[in-house]
T-cell receptor, first 114, second 113 residues
């Protein structure tokens, strides 16, 4: 069974620190990787996508992908209390053609303390 | 652009009742999806529609049916609600040709008593 694994947390960091969120996936041929942010009681919001090995930076967010290790991470620099949310890792379901199906991890709850 | 909209926002049903959750998108997206989210379980795919006129089962389809009414609308029906279907339901859509980026509606919080 194809799986996406995340540590459910909570991960607690002080304001201004770097938060590091990690995700592993089981399907070696997956090609597309996403990070969604979900505030309590709200819907998931896409914040980062990454498709090739290495780092991708967008403002305070950096996504890192290592396909050999089947590992994707999200770094949040200068963490703010407004970053407190659940972060969902999602991976495309390889072999599903053009269906666009994603497999989601269970999410990591991040708490940024002032 | 409203994006992805869902109705209703909240619903309480009694066991055995039926209802339809509505979803619409105004982004001209081809693919649409229904998920449920339970505590500690992440998002699980119920049904999806890769394009207008097609629907297919996801990971947890039992107890649900769907209709892709047109390119904009994708509805989810519970024929005989059960307490196990108490959950938050999200609809999502994806533009054709995009590398799987999905955009979510605000969700429907359903309680089955």
């Amino acid at each position: 069974q194809k799986e996406v694994e995340q540590n459910s947390g909570p991960l607690s960091v002080p304001e201004g620190a770097i938060a590091s969120l990690n995700c592993t996936y089981s399907d070696r041929v997956s090609q597309s990787f996403f990070w969604y942010r979900q505030y309590s009681g709200k819907s998931p919001e896409l914040i980062m996508s990454i498709y090739s090995n290495g780092d991708k930076e967008d403002g305070r967010f950096t996504a890192q992908l290592n396909k050999a290790s089947q590992y994707v991470s999200l770094l949040i620099r200068d963490s703010q209390p407004s970053d407190s949310a659940t972060y969902l890792c999602a991976v495309n379901e390889a072999g599903s053609g053009n269906t666009g199906k994603l497999i989601f991890g269970q999410g990591t709850t991040l708490q940024v303390k002032p | 652009n409203a994006g992805v909209t869902q109705t209703p926002k909240f619903q309480v049903l009694k066991t055995g009742q039926s209802m339809t959750l509505q979803c619409a998108q105004d982004m001209n997206h081809n693919s649409m999806y229904w998920y449920r989210q339970d505590p500690g379980m992440g998002l699980r795919l119920i049904y999806y529609s890769a394009s207008e006129g097609t629907t297919d089962k996801g990971e947890v389809p039992n107890g649900y049916n769907v209709s892709r009414l047109n390119k904009r609308e994708f509805s989810l029906r519970l024929e005989s609600a059960a307490p196990s279907q108490t959950s938050v339901y999200f609809c999502a859509s994806r533009v054709a040709g995009s590398p799987n980026e999905q955009f979510f509606g605000p969700g429907t919080r359903l309680t089955v008593l």
